[in-house]
């Protein structure tokens, strides 16, 4: 599954050279190209391959959602057991592929590929990258060395079940973590950028950043909900207790005046603490009794990115998926 956006000079050789690997193993297969909303000939040159080519399914948005977007669209639309994503600007390496199918065939559930020797800007590109990865393996206790390489293979039952949104795709195996996956790193080969300009920049850091701190709340709350409840409670039952004692020591102890103002305060952070704690019981019960229908909503949210904005190559195309 490709992701493409303003790739047409791309487009047409990376195809040649998937489709020249993954012909060498005799196995069936498919290539899903999402164009993501190109302003080129990008969607024109997918579907002259989808036509050409039984193996091929050009798939369009109306406009640019995004790389995480088109992630998900091909994820949620592919047919195969196994499916292996890769960015559309040659860079990855089509050889790689049965590599990755062999770590898969060996148990794992997920395969992250490791540019070691990356062909890339030192400055705008990996110098970021070195330490967004170092952030990541501190946060989410993953020690992956390279979390934004696309070129990845996941059984399709792991990764179908992964709601994706924002830039959620370079933390795919952190989110897979909950399920408790077999997950491996291997290194792959990666290439200067021949055609047309990269999409990614030092604009995006604030956004990686921002989702890793949705990632670490997702991955620890969902497994104890309510400890994170108690803990955001605590400082607001503490204020609540040492004001109301603080009122009362004043009216009982020094014979002073009874101050509503700080009382009342004390009684709502009370009442919060409180709330929290319910709240945060109420989840726990949810997620040990419940029967996945949260995951079900997040899933149908996380789709809603896309939902109404995909076009096929043709009606029978539409009907064929």
């Not at 990541?136 to 992956?144: D, F, H, N, R, S």
């Not at 921002?210 to 400890?227: C, E, H, N, Q, Y």
């Not at 704690?277 to 949260?294: H, Q």
Request: charged share 25%; proline share 4%.
């Amino acid at each position: 599954m490709v992701p493409v956006y303003n790739e047409e000079q791309n487009i047409v050789p990376l195809f040649e050279a998937i489709h020249e690997t993954i012909s060498a193993l005799d196995l069936r297969y498919e290539v899903l190209l999402v164009d993501d909303g190109s302003t080129d000939s990008t969607f024109q040159n997918a579907a002259d391959l989808a036509r050409r080519y039984p193996e091929v399914r050009a798939i369009r948005f109306r406009r640019n959602y995004g790389q995480t977007a088109a992630m998900a669209a091909g994820i949620d639309l592919a047919k195969g057991e196994v499916l292996v994503t890769m960015d559309g600007d040659l860079q990855n390496d089509p050889a790689d592929i049965p590599r990755f199918l062999e770590e898969i065939e060996n148990g794992n559930d997920i395969v992250v590929g490791w540019r070691y020797d990356r062909k890339d800007k030192l400055i705008s590109r990996k110098v970021p990258s070195r330490i967004a990865n170092w952030l990541i393996g501190k946060v989410t206790g993953l020690p992956i060395r390279d979390n934004g390489c696309s070129l990845k293979a996941f059984r399709a039952n792991v990764i179908k079940q992964i709601p994706l949104y924002s830039e959620m795709h370079r933390f795919i195996p952190a989110m897979a973590s909950l399920a408790g996956p077999r997950l491996t790193e291997i290194k792959v080969n990666h290439h200067a950028r021949q055609f047309g300009e990269s999409k990614y920049g030092l604009s995006r850091v604030y956004k990686v950043l921002l989702d890793l701190l949705t990632i670490k709340t997702i991955v620890g709350f969902a497994a104890r909900p309510s400890t994170w409840f108690i803990l955001i409670a605590v400082p607001a039952l503490v204020l609540s207790m040492l004001m109301l004692t603080g009122s009362f020591y004043d009216v009982i102890v020094l014979d002073r005046s009874f101050s509503t103002p700080v009382a009342g305060v004390g009684v709502l952070f009370g009442a919060l603490g409180l709330f929290l704690v319910m709240a945060g019981m109420f989840a726990e019960l949810v997620y040990k009794t419940g029967d996945n229908r949260v995951e079900k909503l997040s899933m149908l949210t996380a789709r809603s990115l896309y939902s109404g904005e995909v076009s096929y190559l043709d009606e029978s195309e539409k009907k064929r998926v």
